[in-house]
């Protein structure tokens, strides 16, 4: 099984949409989880952070968290062109300070206008 | 915006070679990160490093790979015998804390 999984899309939308992308993990030992969004060529940028379970929104983006159910979304509302990138779930799995993230292979998100 | 950066953007290198990839961390951060990514796949672990020293590596961060931070600025990747299978995005990423909220450009290597 697959640490982080992700649907590779493309999943597309249109302007003006919500967008749905969703992530699935394996170790249940896992704490924190992150959206990052990639443009082609570029290197991933940070979207959001959640530790607990439930609702976390900032502006247009809504991160959801699942533990028991090992499931973590992100949703666009409003989605625009400009959102139409590969949007990365990471996962880390200890608590201290060490830091490894676990990244999903991606989904390609393209929102037409 | 504080912004990590890398040299080179592109090396291109023979087989069996040695490359040195270079970091320039946010001033302030106190741990530093190297992750790749293979064309088309997703992007890696490679190593972490904190006071000095290594705090975490994968499998892939073999005998043949290295990290520095030689005068206190700089954050360096060597790879002593570059394979073809080494060809990739290198991204070095630093964070003051828990959170990496900085990724730098990146470093594509292609070995021929």
């Known amino acids: 099984q697959k640490e982080v999984e992700q649907n590779s899309g493309p999943l597309s939308v249109p302007e003006g949409a919500i967008a749905s992308l969703n992530c699935t993990y394996s170790d249940r030992g896992s704490q924190s989880f992150f959206w990052y969004r990639q443009y082609s060529g570029k290197s991933p940028e940070l979207i959001m952070s959640?530790?607990?379970?439930g609702d976390k929104e900032d502006g247009r983006f809504t991160a959801q968290l699942n533990k028991a159910s090992q499931y973590v979304s992100l949703l666009i509302r409003d989605s625009q062109p400009s959102d139409s990138a590969t949007y990365l779930c990471?996962?880390?799995?200890?608590?201290?300070?060490?830091?490894?993230?676990?990244f999903g292979k991606g989904t390609l998100l393209t929102v037409n206008p | 915006e504080p912004e990590v950066t890398q040299t080179p953007s592109h090396q291109v290198t023979q087989m069996g070679q040695e490359v040195i990839l270079r970091c320039v961390p946010i001033s302030n951060h106190l741990y530093f990160y190297w992750y790749r990514q293979i064309l088309g796949q997703k992007v890696e672990f490679l190593v972490s490093f904190y006071n000095n020293e290594i705090s975490e590596k994968s499998e892939i961060f073999d005998d043949q790979f290295s990290v520095e931070r030689p005068d206190g600025s700089n954050f360096t990747l060597k790879i002593r015998s570059t394979k073809l299978e080494d060809s990739a995005m290198y991204f070095c990423?630093?964070?003051?804390?828990?959170?990496?909220?900085?990724f730098g450009p990146g470093t594509r290597l292609t070995v021929t």
């Open positions: 990423a630093s964070s003051e804390a828990l959170l990496i909220r900085y």
């Open positions: 990471a996962v880390n799995k200890s608590g201290g300070s060490n830091y490894k993230l676990t």
């Open positions: 959640i530790y607990s379970n």
